[in-house]
């Protein structure tokens, strides 16, 4: 079998060929499986990135069929016996060290320009987007095991679901307020750390829209596994429309904001409808005057978690414990952007948050579950 | 006849537990090492096992959060220190003295006190898992996280203390190498004409030397906040967790290349003896092994790119750590040249040499894609670097490590590893090792970060988590494969010659295993591969099996319980530091007793002449 | 010059070493390699942390220079004193030898207890331990220091009482060779510290 794997390789080098080829491309996958991947980016910085890193691949790509195939041929064309003579004594050569030192550096060289340029333009946040349009300015700060998002020039917060507007760069200034944490949202940029003492910085511009998972990336503690979050892409009017809602929600009066005209309560949201996973039944909306959501509403005070967590968007107090529920009856995900925003799951977290998220910090007195019912009732009104 | 020499074996007495505990001779101790390392290594393994079974579905509840933080903690703190650098260890101890043609180290009890400290420490360590409080900080425990607000049980303490205990270990045993082979060389044994793995040592033991101090003072500073109230690394008192970062990785990245210089020297020993030619470029590999060492010191901060260090520090780190990607290429270029037109002989060790370069390459091409700072801003805290550290430590180090196992048992024991069940432990490894963490590199790259105990369906994750869980336990398969290996060799093993493999280094002139001495007429040295130099210029393939003698007249330090005693009391004295205690008395009873015992034992110890228990000859 | 010779007929004296010196003697330069490194490292945070005092003292109102330049002096001295009863140890003169390491033992408790006197104090003009960054890491820096010195003054003391009992004979200069060492190393750390530490923030 060996003795005919020259003849072999030659007869059927094309094939092989193809094979190693599959295997490389084996990089393209079907992108729609894999909603969290980097090799699909789907805005500039992640695009500069994975351009980038696509250099690199085919460099390293090239760099391992041939050192890894020499060390494969080596074996097999030196392969002896015991009782073979003793092969020539070579102790080294001056001139292929050299060469095999210049040519390595040569390629690094060649994959270091790019990547020093790319360090360079991605370190800038752009003062414009590429449509013109003033970058959006996002503060981002981490908590465990959560993500806050205020949007200081829209005067809104929100929590673990990120809106952002088509085609305009995103400048995200971001901290923590405990302990370090990652932002990871790789379809469009690198992560960048959270520090509590300092502010860091990222910037992207989407190019397509949809709802984009991202994850905390830096290990945070008990849930750090459970840290993660949605980006929404909206187009210009999906946007306008949901920071309109968002400055709607608020018992403060919003003063020097862009007005928009408030939903009314059963009118379709117009942005991401609530998932509804395939075993869940539908979220019910009730009605804003249904006697079951004024009761989740007093419950919300009477049972302390108007404490943690604030329904308003605007005006929203800095360093609340829990995340802020504006719309949250309408977020894709709850508990830290990762459990489907079910009435059940929903039900779940209120009433035992411990078996939903050991170690979460938030504290629930005991509730019946037609209290939980209640609330769940009240805060699918929040949209 | 082969089997005539061998009659002539000593009888093998076995040592009695006070033996074991009072021994100062290189070769217990570094028997020692192995079977405590291999121990470790094999909880480590477990941790690993439950690790991937936890992960082999999506938002699976096998096990907590909780315990799975401290599973991956202790996974990745029990493979490097008490894993890989004691496994590292038991060669240096064993073979060092040998390859250089010494008797001993320079100080065998110091050298004995190295080996109880890190037993001790690593026992203390994993004494936690006990208490339900197992360290659960990551094995790199980064400010605030570390800091007593946010991890407020003892967890913290365990791994910070048991860190600092495991650091005196290694730092006494630098000075104990680095002055061994320097001053300790058979005479005509120039620098230039050491074994690779020589070389490798002294170089790691250099890195020892120069890094530890870092992680010492990082580890006094940590546990200055947790104890004592500072600040170091709290905001609340100005202090700045980025500190953290900087010193831990100023220890972190020469620590990567303590754990695989020793690993490249075990691979230049083992391919010039089954290529049955020398080692190609040994000068080149001298340098590029140095410059590597220096280099090393220079790129920790490719550890914290995603820390948002500004576009000139990240363009100095990308470069530097691209610049250290040369003189390793070199190597891997020298070792393909040292089979070019060799015979190769593919016996076990030379399996997993050759798996070792295999693996080792895609490890450092996944190293070189990181140094590419803005794409290493997708790779790092995922999967993709996960597969890239796995590829090196355990492709790398663990391979090399086992090829060295399987290269130098017989000199060790005095019997042979089995060659068939050597084959087939490689086979199974190499596949179980390559279905383990291929895949995670896919994982990586399409979004699965690190040190989750969960992920979510729907992300695309499973497949390659399913396949990883598999090649876990079929990795682990082939390390039970291994263990069989060995049983078998103990039981009825075919006893070893002293030169089963046609070796070039000097401990293959003595017997298998060799007697307390070592060298029964100290060895001069003419040349590089002195054993080669021999045999051409008897004219022979293998040497005549040496006889054993009576030693008579040898002079060698004699055993000691004071190492002993002296590790017990630094043990003491840092649990001291785990129990609370008042501002007034910042140093507890504890911690107090700890240190009187220490000095005691110093003390004695510095009055003990070193053959003072030697048995007369 | 004679400690050369000396020292290589000491290093030939047991068994041959491939460097002329001996296994100790490397072995002391080595950890003290190391030991630079250690002390680097905390030095390096001291001047990260120095000026980070916003409650209580800083260096400017607490430090007395004038008492720490007495011990620096104190400490400098020492280290030629040892020098002194080195050459006493291999001269064999006994009494050399023993004047000189007694001087040398009695600049090293002068030192200790200046610092002892000196923690005292700026703990009772209100800088504890935790009070601020500056004092954290000045007392972590100058604390490990003063445990270095503490160290070789015990072990100048245990080689002091062997010279008494006569078990330290030209021969075996080496053990006071080594304590000088390490001695000498300590005193060098320190003539970093003071300028960096104490002089530096007199200015500015």
Not at chain 1, 366 to 383: G, I, P, S, W
Not at chain 2, 295 to 302: E, K, M
Not at chain 2, 569 to 582: A, H, P, R, T
Not at chain 3, 193 to 198: A, G, L, N, R, S
Request: aromatic fraction near 14%.
């Amino acid at each position: 079998m060996i003795r005919d794997l020259r003849t072999f390789s030659r007869r059927h080098l094309p094939l092989l060929l193809l094979a190693a080829a599959a295997v490389t491309l084996t990089g393209c996958f079907d992108h729609s499986l894999y909603p969290q991947s980097t090799l699909s980016p789907k805005g500039d910085y992640a695009e500069m990135v994975d351009s980038l890193f696509q250099t690199t691949v085919w460099y390293a790509t090239v760099v391992f069929i041939l050192v890894e195939g020499g060390l494969l041929w080596a074996i097999y064309k030196f392969r002896g016996k015991p009782d073979d003579a003793e092969p020539k004594q070579v102790h080294g050569s001056t001139t292929v060290e050299i060469i095999w030192t210049i040519i390595p550096a040569l390629v690094l060289a060649v994959v270091a320009v790019p990547t020093v340029k790319t360090i360079f333009d991605t370190a800038k946040v752009p003062t414009a987007s590429p449509d013109g349009s003033q970058p959006l300015k996002v503060e981002v700060i981490g908590h465990q095991w959560w993500w806050e998002f205020r949007y200081p020039e829209l005067g809104i917060t929100t929590a673990n679901q990120l809106h952002v507007p088509i085609g305009r760069t995103v400048d995200l200034r971001m901290k923590t307020v405990d302990v370090l944490h990652s932002f990871w949202i790789p379809q469009f940029a690198g992560k960048r750390d959270v520090f509590p003492n300092r502010e860091t910085r990222l910037w992207f511009t989407a190019k397509a829209t949809g709802e984009y998972p991202g994850a905390c990336a830096e290990f945070c503690g008990i849930q750090h596994g459970r840290m993660d979050f949605y980006v929404m892409v909206n187009t210009p009017e999906e946007f306008t429309a949901w920071v309109a809602q968002r400055q709607a929600d608020s018992t403060l009066a919003p003063t020097g904001l862009p007005k928009a005209p408030a939903p009314a309560a059963t009118d379709s949201v117009g942005v991401a409808t609530v998932p509804v996973a395939a075993d869940t039944a539908a979220p019910v909306v009730l009605a804003a005057a249904d006697p079951k959501v004024a009761e989740g509403q007093a419950l919300f005070s009477a049972k302390g978690c108007i404490g943690c967590h604030s329904l308003n968007s605007v005006g929203a107090p800095k360093g609340m414990l829990g995340p802020n529920l504006a719309g949250i009856g309408t977020r894709k995900m709850i508990a830290g952007g990762w459990l489907p925003n079910s009435d059940e799951n929903l039900h779940r977290w209120i009433k035992t948050p411990q078996a939903v998220k050991e170690g979460v910090l938030m504290q629930v007195p005991e509730m019946t579950d037609a209290e939980v019912d209640a609330l769940v009732a009240y805060l699918r009104t929040k949209q | 006849m082969a089997t005539t020499a061998l009659e002539h074996t000593h009888v093998a007495k076995r040592s009695t537990l006070v033996e074991w505990l009072t021994t100062v001779d290189h070769k217990k101790i570094g028997i020692l090492y192995g079977a405590s390392a291999f121990l470790f290594f094999l909880i480590g393994g477990i941790e690993a096992l439950i690790i991937r079974a936890q992960l082999a579905r999506p938002d699976s509840t096998l096990v907590s959060p909780e315990f799975y933080n401290q599973l991956f903690t202790m996974h990745g703190t029990t493979m490097i220190f008490l894993g890989v650098m004691p496994l590292s260890a038991m060669f240096f101890n064993f073979f060092i003295p040998l390859l250089i043609g010494a008797r001993d180290v320079a100080f065998p009890r110091l050298n004995a006190m190295s080996l109880w400290v890190f037993m001790l420490g690593g026992l203390f360590m994993n004494a936690s898992f006990l208490l339900n409080a197992a360290p659960n900080g990551g094995w790199f425990g980064y400010a605030p996280l570390s800091s007593r607000q946010y991890s407020p049980g003892l967890n913290m303490d365990f791994w910070v203390i048991g860190l600092q205990i495991l650091g005196i270990a290694s730092l006494a045993a630098g000075v104990n190498f680095f002055t061994t082979i320097l001053n300790m060389r058979a005479r005509g044994m120039t620098l230039m004409r050491m074994p690779m793995f020589v070389w490798t040592t002294l170089i790691t033991q250099i890195l020892v030397l120069l890094s530890f101090p870092a992680i010492t003072v990082a580890l006094i500073m940590l546990m200055a906040d947790r104890t004592y109230g500072s600040s170091f690394f709290s905001i609340g008192g100005g202090g700045d967790p980025m500190l953290w970062q900087h010193l831990f990785w100023v220890f972190g990245h020469p620590e990567v290349y303590i754990l695989i210089l020793p690993a490249f020297g075990i691979i230049s020993e083992i391919l010039p003896v089954f290529s049955r030619k020398p080692l190609f470029g040994y000068s080149a590999m001298v340098f590029s092994s140095a410059f590597i060492a220096f280099l090393g010191f220079g790129v920790w901060s490719h550890h914290m790119f995603s820390t948002g260090m500004g576009p000139l520090a990240d363009t100095f780190f990308s470069l530097a750590t691209m610049l250290i990607a040369i003189p390793t290429g070199v190597k891997i270029f020298n070792w393909i040249g040292t089979l070019w037109g060799g015979s190769l002989q593919f016996k076990t060790p030379m399996l997993f040499a050759l798996g070792f370069i295999a693996m080792f390459i895609i490890g450092g091409l996944s190293g070189v894609m990181h140094s590419v700072a803005p794409a290493d801003l997708q790779q790092t805290d995922t999967y993709f670097v996960v597969a890239h550290f796995h590829y090196v430590l355990f492709g790398g180090s663990i391979f090399a490590l086992t090829a060295g196992a399987y290269y130098w048992w017989p000199k060790m024991f005095g019997t042979m590893l089995s060659e068939t069940i050597g084959k087939w432990h490689f086979w199974l490894m190499l596949a179980g090792f390559n279905l383990t963490f291929f895949p995670m590199h896919f994982a990586g790259l399409l979004g699965m970060p690190r040190r989750i105990y969960a992920y979510p369906a729907g992300l695309g994750f499973e497949m390659f988590n399913v396949m990883a869980t598999a090649g876990a336990f079929l990795l682990a398969f082939s390390i039970l494969v291994f263990m069989y290996n060995m049983w078998v060799s103990a039981r009825r093993g075919v006893p070893a010659p002293a030169d089963p493999w046609g070796g070039a280094t000097l401990e293959w002139t003595i017997p298998s295993p060799p007697q307390e001495w070592n060298f029964t007429d100290e060895p001069v040295v003419a040349e590089r591969d002195p054993v080669w130099g021999m045999k051409r210029a008897a004219g022979v393939r293998t040497l005549p099996e040496p006889t054993r003698s009576s030693g008579q007249g040898i002079h060698l330090p004699g055993p000691s319980w004071w190492p002993l005693v002296v590790s017990v009391g630094i043990l003491i004295f840092f649990i001291g530091f785990m129990v609370k205690k008042s501002w007034a008395f910042p140093f507890g009873p504890i911690t107090i007793a700890g240190f009187l015992l220490t000095a005691i034992g110093i003390f004695k110890w510095a009055y003990e002449a070193p053959d003072a228990n030697a048995p007369k000859h | 010059m004679s400690s050369a010779t000396l020292a290589h007929d000491e290093a030939h004296e047991g068994h041959h070493t491939s460097l002329p010196i001996d296994n100790r003697k490397l072995a002391i330069w080595t950890f003290i390699g190391s030991e630079c490194l250690f002390f680097a490292t905390l030095i390096s945070t001291f001047l990260i942390y120095k000026d980070n005092h916003p409650k209580g003292p800083g260096p400017k109102e607490i430090f007395e220079v004038g008492l720490v330049t007495a011990g620096t002096a104190v400490l400098l001295f020492s280290s030629f004193f040892v020098v002194m009863a080195l050459n006493g140890a291999q001269e064999g003169n006994r009494k050399k030898m023993l004047g000189w390491l007694a001087a040398t033992i009695f600049c090293g408790l002068f030192f200790l207890g200046m610092q002892v006197y000196e923690f005292n104090h700026f703990y009772h003009e209100g800088l504890g331990y935790t009070t601020n960054l500056f004092g954290t890491s000045f007392y972590t820096l100058t604390g490990f220091h003063g445990t270095h010195v503490a160290i070789g003054t015990l072990w100048l003391i245990t080689v002091f009482k062997d010279a008494v009992k006569g078990n330290l004979p030209p021969a075996k200069a080496l053990n006071l060779e080594l304590a000088a060492l390490y001695w000498h190393f300590v005193d060098v750390v320190w003539i970093i510290i003071f300028p960096v530490v104490y002089l530096m923030s007199l200015r500015s």
